[in-house]
Nanobody, 128 residues
Framework: QLQLVESGGGLVQPGGSLRLSCAAS????????IGWFRQAPGKEREGVSC????????YYADSVKGRFTNSRDNAKNTVYLQMNRLEPEDTAIYYC?????????????????????WGKGTPVTIAS
């Protein structure tokens, strides 16, 4: 069965950090661009960040630029999102998704559509 599984979410105080993981099973992530998306209660899904299949290209939404960092370990079939200096506005369900098409990371984040596989999400809550 082809699936993505996110982990690493939780409750942290403002200013804290979390590292989310996105692990694939049933297929290899080597040739997939990976996008991270989030959806807060009552809000639409928004693109957060993206890393290309090689890891050589990344893109970040303005709201997280300078605080979040993508990385990937293809040998472990896993992609990571390091989130630092977290703010209450970062509270949301975070999803990773894989795209087998050669689209730019900017397109992936801006459109939030066209991804081939989605995980079920991991909740992130930033509160005192």
């Amino acid at each position: 069965q082809l699936q993505l599984v996110e982990s690493g979410g939780g409750l942290v105080q403002p200013g804290g950090s979390l590292r989310l993981s996105c692990a694939a099973s049933g297929f290899t992530l080597d040739y997939h661009t990976i996008g991270w998306f989030r959806q807060a209660p009552g809000k639409e899904r928004e693109g957060v960040s993206c890393i290309s299949s090689s890891g050589g290209s990344t893109y970040y939404a303005d709201s997280v630029k300078g605080r979040f960092t993508n990385s990937r370990d293809n040998a472990k079939n896993t992609v990571y999102l390091q989130m630092n200096r977290l703010e209450p506005e970062d509270t949301a369900i975070y999803y990773c998704a894989a795209d087998a098409n050669p689209r730019s990371c900017r397109i992936v984040v801006v459109t939030t559509k066209g991804m081939d596989y989605w995980g079920k999400g991991t909740p992130v809550t930033i509160a005192s």
